[in-house]
């Protein structure tokens, strides 16, 4: 046999090897490019994380200050009766500020006084409020008591405000700061983990805002939007997919499923306003609203993924079903639809997700109000954890910059935890034929 390796200038192998050449450069320079693509973005995703969760983490921890506070029986309750309501009324800040001047006797001026009183957060007086209406025994004691800052000493506590700019240039003043470092030096502030974060509604002070008012509402939003949109987006799945005719007028509804499922989330918004409170008059800022609104917004995802579902389950399976004498409905219900709710559900899991990092829409139908209270039902005032960022995010407060970051990150968790969630049904519920 003849091993020879010599190929002649300009011969048909040479000029097949000099492509194959300029193949694999073209091969390696794409993998290289794909290799770069993918590691700027996770670069970029790094750099996005890293700023949100630095800005962020200091929000779970909130300083507070010990005071010690005797609960005076002429103040609180001067008839000893233990009326609920006259101790609900009750001037609680003059126990707080009666426990500062106690620290600071030195303190006289009346502005002075007013800058030492603001070292306290004013939901001080309602803490101390409700400690008594849950323990009238308390009258008449005295106790140690940690109770929340002002969110300037919290941002001063943090670092966040440079004590060596000059006074002018920062909120605190110097004998404010004084008063702090004494403070400090006794072991009366403390950074503490800030329960309020997680079990208040919105405020007007940093250092009493939380996002529990704003998780409900998006639970409550989120429960009306898969109890209409799963059912309701399942059966049109499986009449468009198993049951409709093949004519113009399904293929206009197939066109127009998907083209839906590409508009802008404020258009829904706009309908929703228009439809569900402008013609119906359902009240604004209500979760009824909301997840009427997010319905019509997922429900072409969840439509095309259920169909999507249906088409992957073999048609063996319809045959069979129907050779055993099984009607068109036996063979869908009893055999079609269980092998597709895996999918469907993913589908549907999907879109909820959707639906909970959605704003627009809910800004159009007015969830964008000021709510204080904690909502206990679907026709209840509320608003949702996207649209709390978007107001905590407009607030000049340097406090609220933080609390932004972390209900991101309270977000974002739930985002992947759903996520992870329709990840783990399909793994463990789909089946490959």
């Known amino acids: 046999m003849n091993n020879r390796t010599d190929i002649r200038p300009g011969s048909t192998m040479e000029r097949v090897n000099a492509n194959l050449a300029r193949r694999y450069a073209k091969e390696r320079r794409f993998r290289r490019m794909g290799m770069g693509a993918i590691i700027i973005s996770l670069l970029f995703l790094t750099l996005l994380f890293s700023s949100i969760i630095s ?94 800052a002002d969110d300037d000493v919290d941002m001063l506590v943090k670092g966040y405000i440079d004590r060596d700019k000059p006074e002018a240039e920062r909120r605190m003043k110097d004998f404010q700061i004084a008063w702090l470092e004494r403070l400090q030096r006794e072991g009366r502030i403390e950074k503490r983990f800030n329960t309020t974060f997680f079990t208040a509604g919105d405020s007007r002070e940093p250092e ?60 829904f918004g706009l309908l929703g306003l228009a439809v569900f409170i402008n ?86 139908i007015g969830m964008v109000a000021f709510i204080v209270d904690i909502p206990a039902g679907m026709m209840d005032p509320a608003t949702a954890l996207p649209v709390q960022i978007y107001l905590w995010a407009d607030s000049p407060e340097r406090a609220f910059v933080e609390r932004t970051s972390a209900a991101i990150m309270v977000l974002l968790t739930f985002l992947m935890a759903m996520n992870a969630v329709a990840v783990i049904l399909r793994k463990r519920f789909e089946k490959r034929w």
């Open 208 to 267: 009493l805002a939380g996002i529990y008012g704003a998780v409900m509402g998006s639970v409550f939003t989120l429960l009306i939007t898969l109890a209409l949109s799963f059912p309701i987006g399942v059966a049109a799945a499986i009449y468009l997919e198993e049951f409709a005719p093949v004519n113009r007028f399904t293929d206009f509804i197939e066109v127009n499923i998907n083209n839906l499922a590409a508009v802008p989330s404020i258009v």
């Open 55 to 148: 800005n962020g983490y200091s929000a779970f921890w909130q300083t507070s200050i010990q005071l010690e506070i005797h609960f005076k029986a002429e103040t609180l309750d001067p008839d000893g009766s233990r009326d609920p309501g006259l101790l609900s009324a009750a001037d609680y800040s003059s126990l707080v500020k009666g426990a500062l001047r106690g620290i600071f006797p030195e303190v006289k001026k009346r502005k002075e006084r007013r800058k030492l009183y603001a070292l306290v957060s004013s939901g001080a007086a309602f803490r101390l409020r409700k400690m008594v209406m849950s323990n009238p025994d308390l009258i008449g004691s005295t106790a140690r008591i940690w109770l929340p």
């Open 279 to 364: 013609f119906f008059g359902l009240p604004r800022s209500v979760p009824l609203v909301g997840g009427l609104v997010l319905t019509l917004m997922t429900l072409p995802t969840i439509i095309i993924t259920s169909r999507a579902a249906l088409k992957s389950v073999p048609p063996s399976i319809r045959e069979a079903a129907l050779g055993i004498g099984a009607s068109r409905m036996q063979t869908v219900f009893h055999h079609v639809l269980p092998q597709a709710l895996p999918g469907m559900l993913t589908g549907a899991i999907i879109g909820m997700a959707q639906a909970l990092g959605e704003t627009a829409p809910l800004l159009m």
